[in-house]
């Protein structure tokens, strides 16, 4: 009997690497120096924990738990990978035109539209009222989850277009090259540092932010509502005063929360969302209350601008008051009127 093997990814008529112009269009621009930091810094905790293996073994002692992690990284992190596939696999519901087709037609538009030459495993799994999605890898797959609680669809719980965008959100982490197992272990020890780490998921979120309101704009709103409300009070949430705050909100440990997150803090997501002309914060909070702007590039992967979101105008200032001039009464019309061989007509203007 032949071996049995996972069932293979759907293939696309898309060549390999025909995601890489658009990749580059909407990537936040500070991913890429991001990544760079937190390799390096990895790289040198890495260094640390080789000497400090080195130290143990000359004094006979046990070596530090975190120098064993890392020099083991490789392992650890292949590890988890397969295991979070294995976890899929085995508990959550696989996509598919039979199983969910509303959403695995999401999942084959943003994979093709994101110029990817497969279609990523997609599962749902049971939330128990979290709201969240995610995607990884292992190996050569690609695979998405997504928590059962964005697919319900009992009555005003359902938001279509919210889960068409956080779908595409994923599916642009993968075609972006966040799931990849050597991006991965390059980074592995940043998130052990103080804001390194932290500052590359928030870059990296961004990045899948503008994927999906490139792909599915008019999603960007309810998705927002929906993380900020809930399923139920999403529709009830006014997601341009949440923006509108983005701005209004200062304070040192305002800048903590958001600085030690591996998600950009919802308002200032919002506010990124919504201002298309500037890409999202990752320090520092956003200083004007709203822009629309133009698409960067309207004859290629130009992300639509005014979908979605209505601005809450700015306060105009009040005009000088100007003492009113009584109207003169008009003056009398007077018909002018020559004889003719057949009476009276008006003489033209």
Same mark, same amino acid.
């Given at each position: 009997?032949?071996?049995?093997?996972?069932?293979?990814?759907?293939?696309?008529?898309?060549?390999?690497?025909?995601?890489?112009?658009?990749?580059?269009?909407?990537?936040?621009?500070?991913?890429?120096? @991001?990544?760079?930091?937190?390799?390096?810094?990895?790289?040198?905790?890495?260094?640390?924990?080789?000497?400090?293996?080195?130290?143990? !073994?000359?004094?006979?002692? #046990?070596? #530090? !738990?975190?120098?064993? @992690?890392?020099?083991?990284?490789?392992?650890?992190?292949?590890?988890?990978?397969?295991?979070?596939?294995?976890?899929?696999?085995?508990?959550? !519901?696989?996509?598919? $035109?039979?199983?969910?087709?509303?959403?695995?037609?999401?999942? !084959?538009?943003?994979?093709?539209?994101?110029?990817?030459?497969?279609?990523? #495993?997609?599962? %749902?799994?049971?939330?128990?009222?979290?709201?969240?999605?995610?995607?990884?890898?292992?190996?050569?797959?690609?695979?998405?989850? %997504?928590?059962?609680?964005?697919?319900? %669809?009992?009555?005003?719980?359902?938001?279509?277009?919210?889960?068409?965008?956080?779908? @595409?959100?994923?599916?642009?982490?993968?075609?972006?090259?966040?799931?990849?197992?050597?991006?991965?272990?390059?980074?592995?020890?940043?998130?052990?540092?103080?804001?390194?780490?932290?500052?590359?998921?928030?870059?990296?979120?961004?990045?899948?932010?503008?994927?999906?309101?490139?792909?599915?704009?008019?999603?960007?709103?309810?998705?927002?509502?929906?993380?900020?409300?809930?399923?139920?009070?999403?529709?009830?949430?006014?997601?341009?005063?949440?923006? #509108?705050?983005?701005?209004?909100?200062?304070?040192?440990?305002?800048?903590?929360?958001?600085?030690?997150?591996?998600?950009?803090?919802?308002?200032?997501?919002?506010?990124?969302?919504?201002?298309?002309?500037?890409?999202?914060?990752?320090?520092?909070?956003?200083?004007?209350?709203?822009?629309?702007?133009?698409?960067?590039?309207?004859?290629?992967?130009?992300? $639509?601008?005014?979908?979605?979101?209505?601005?809450?105008?700015?306060?105009?200032?009040?005009?000088?008051?100007?003492?009113?001039?009584?109207?003169?009464?008009?003056?009398?019309?007077?018909?002018?009127?020559?004889?003719?061989?057949?009476?009276?007509?008006?003489?033209?203007?």
């Amino acid at each position: 009997m032949a071996g049995m093997r996972a069932e293979p990814m759907q293939v696309l008529p898309l060549a390999p690497g025909a995601q890489v112009p658009m990749r580059r269009y909407v990537r936040h621009p500070r991913e890429i120096l @991001a990544l760079v930091v937190a390799v390096l810094a990895s790289l040198l905790l890495l260094a640390l924990a080789v000497t400090e293996l080195v130290s143990a !073994v000359q004094e006979q002692r #046990d070596p #530090d !738990v975190y120098a064993l @992690a890392l020099v083991f990284a490789p392992l650890l992190v292949w590890f988890g990978r397969g295991q979070l596939w294995a976890q899929q696999r085995l508990s959550g !519901v696989k996509l598919s $035109p039979g199983q969910f087709p509303e959403a695995y037609a999401m999942l !084959v538009d943003a994979a093709a539209r994101s110029g990817l030459s497969y279609v990523p #495993d997609a599962y %749902v799994v049971l939330g128990n009222g979290v709201i969240n999605a995610a995607a990884s890898g292992h190996g050569f797959r690609r695979f998405v989850f %997504v928590n059962s609680d964005l697919l319900e %669809v009992g009555g005003a719980a359902r938001e279509p277009e919210a889960l068409r965008f956080v779908i @595409a959100h994923e599916v642009g982490h993968i075609a972006a090259g966040h799931t990849s197992y050597w991006r991965i272990l390059g980074a592995f020890a940043s998130q052990w540092l103080p804001f390194v780490g932290s500052t590359l998921s928030r870059a990296q979120e961004y990045t899948a932010d503008n994927y999906g309101h490139a792909l599915a704009p008019e999603g960007a709103r309810s998705a927002m509502a929906t993380l900020a409300g809930g399923k139920y009070l999403g529709r009830s949430v006014d997601v341009d005063a949440m923006a #509108d705050r983005a701005v209004t909100e200062p304070g040192f440990f305002v800048w903590l929360t958001n600085a030690a997150a591996s998600h950009p803090v919802l308002l200032w997501r919002t506010h990124a969302l919504r201002d298309r002309r500037r890409p999202g914060r990752l320090l520092w909070r956003p200083r004007e209350p709203w822009q629309w702007g133009t698409p960067a590039a309207p004859d290629a992967y130009a992300l $639509p601008a005014m979908v979605g979101f209505q601005p809450t105008p700015l306060p105009q200032p009040a005009a000088p008051s100007v003492p009113a001039v009584p109207e003169a009464a008009p003056a009398p019309v007077v018909a002018v009127v020559a004889p003719t061989d057949s009476g009276v007509r008006s003489l033209p203007d």
